[in-house]
């Protein structure tokens, strides 16, 4: 497992999801494999009474979910945490 750059994770986002295949509500898409570690998007309705969507983010680690917060408009909003949060991740399970 290796640590990304903001502009490695950007290329990543850029890449390796196909935002046209997301569909509202429909679960979690996993992507970009390294290891033991992957990154999950999902495409969700931001509330019950609104038409607005938003993508959130996950990890998953040996099998645990690790649950990015916020909630994002566009997928490049969330390239710092998502950086952030895998190289954290990395460190924290790199060697097991």
């Known amino acids: 497992m290796s640590k990304l750059t903001e ?3 950007e290329e990543i986002l850029k890449t390796e999801i196909s935002l046209e295949l997301l569909e ?4 979690i ?3 970009h494999f ?16 609104t038409d607005h969507t938003v993508y959130t983010f996950n990890l ?15 997928i490049y909003d969330a390239v710092k945490i998502l950086t952030d949060e895998w190289n954290m991740a990395v460190d ?3 060697d097991d």
């Open 34 to 49: 390294d290891g033991k570690m992957s990154i999950g998007i999902s495409y969700e309705q931001a509330g019950l009474e």
């Open 92 to 94: 924290e399970y790199g």
């Open 7 to 9: 502009t490695e994770m």
């Open 24 to 27: 509202v509500d429909a679960g």
């Open 60 to 74: 998953f680690v040996n099998s645990e979910y690790i649950n990015i917060s916020g909630y994002y408009d566009s």
């Open 29 to 31: 898409y996993e992507f």
